[in-house]
């Protein structure tokens, strides 16, 4: 049985760990609901919930076979306690749906604040290019 995985990060099509989704089926783009942000925590994000924040992050589903979750869960660190996979609550079209997302296990705040978009910069670059200004 295949789960529905929420990335919004390196996962996503054309960034860095997108092969580690290699043979899974893309279902679509989606936000999360108002009160998530993501923060940066040296070269990949970190999702959390944020009261009153106004944003939705933007990622994508994707339909994750058995065998993949075992994979990526193993390269989020989830044994280790470095990411825990949870349910997610999105928009419509997938409000009604049961998915996950990687989410991180202690207290990110003190790493820069992102925004709502991930965007991988190479690497030599200014760290503020990565942040999302608001711009969408």
Not at 71 to 97: C, M, N, S, T
Not at 99 to 105: D, F, L, Q, S, T
Request: hydrophobic letters at 35%; proline letters at 8%; aromatic letters at 10%.
């Amino acid at each position: 049985m295949s789960t529905f995985l929420f990335v919004y990060g390196t996962l996503k099509r054309g960034c860095c760990n997108h092969a580690h989704l290699a043979g899974q089926r893309f279902v679509g783009e989606a936000r999360t609901l108002p009160g998530h942000r993501l923060h940066d925590m040296g070269g990949y994000p970190g999702l959390v919930t944020a009261a009153g924040e106004p944003g939705n992050v933007e990622g994508e589903v994707w339909s994750v076979d058995p065998k993949a979750l075992t994979h990526l869960d193993a390269f989020e660190g989830v044994a280790e306690g470095l990411y825990r996979r949870e349910p997610i609550a999105l928009q419509p079209p997938f409000a009604d749906q049961a998915i996950e997302a990687y989410w991180p296990v202690g207290p990110i705040e003190n790493f820069p604040v992102v925004g709502t978009v991930w965007r991988e910069v190479s690497r030599g670059t200014d760290p503020e290019d990565q942040r999302d200004m608001g711009d969408d």
